[in-house]
Structure formats: structure tokens, C-alpha cells
């Protein structure tokens, strides 16, 4: 259950529910509050993927098929062993 702990699932969440709360109980935003919301959303979720990503990226690799196995090497932006 990773998918509950992830702050890029819940501001989903969040922004689908938003535009369900204007119109069914009158929260009474205009359409352009609505559309720089979920803009901000949209902005910080793939804010987060791409920190995700990079962490996914700079991550240690076990065995990488260029060590004995005991060593841990860490792949920097051009993807080059160090």
C-alpha cells in the first residue's frame, strides 16, 4: 500500500475532488481559480516526479556487473561508475 503514503497520489486525489466540490456543493469558484489550482497541483506533482526520479537515478547500484559483488557504485547525471 505505497500508493496511500505518496504525496503525489493524494494531491491527485485532492485535485480531482476539487472541481467535484465546486459544482456539486456550490462551493462557487470561478473556472479560472479552479484551473490555477489544479495548475499548482499539476506543478508540484511533477515537481515531485522529478526528484523522484533523480533519486531513482544518483542510486547506489548493487553488483552492477562490473564488481565483485561486495562494492556499491553510484552513477552520477551522465551515468558514468564512479
Known amino acids: ?6 504525496t503525489k497520489f493524494w494531491l491527485a486525489i485532492i485535485g ?4 467535484v466540490l465546486n459544482n456539486e456543493f456550490g462551493v ?3 473556472s479560472s481559480t479552479i484551473l490555477g489550482i489544479l495548475g499548482l ?7 515531485i516526479a522529478h526528484v523522484d526520479a533523480k533519486k531513482a537515478q544518483n542510486a547506489p547500484v548493487q553488483n552492477g556487473g562490473q564488481t ?5 557504485q553510484y552513477k552520477g547525471d551522465s551515468g ?3
Do not use: E, Q
Not at 500500500?1 to 505518496?6: E, I, R, V, W, Y
Not at 497541483?41 to 515537481?47: E, N, Q, S, V
Open 28 to 30: 462557487h469558484l470561478d
Open 1 to 6: 500500500m505505497n500508493a496511500l503514503k505518496s
Open 80 to 82: 558514468a561508475s564512479i
Open 68 to 72: 565483485d559483488g561486495n562494492t556499491t
Open 41 to 47: 497541483f499539476a506543478t508540484a506533482i511533477a515537481g
Open 16 to 19: 480531482a475532488i476539487i472541481p
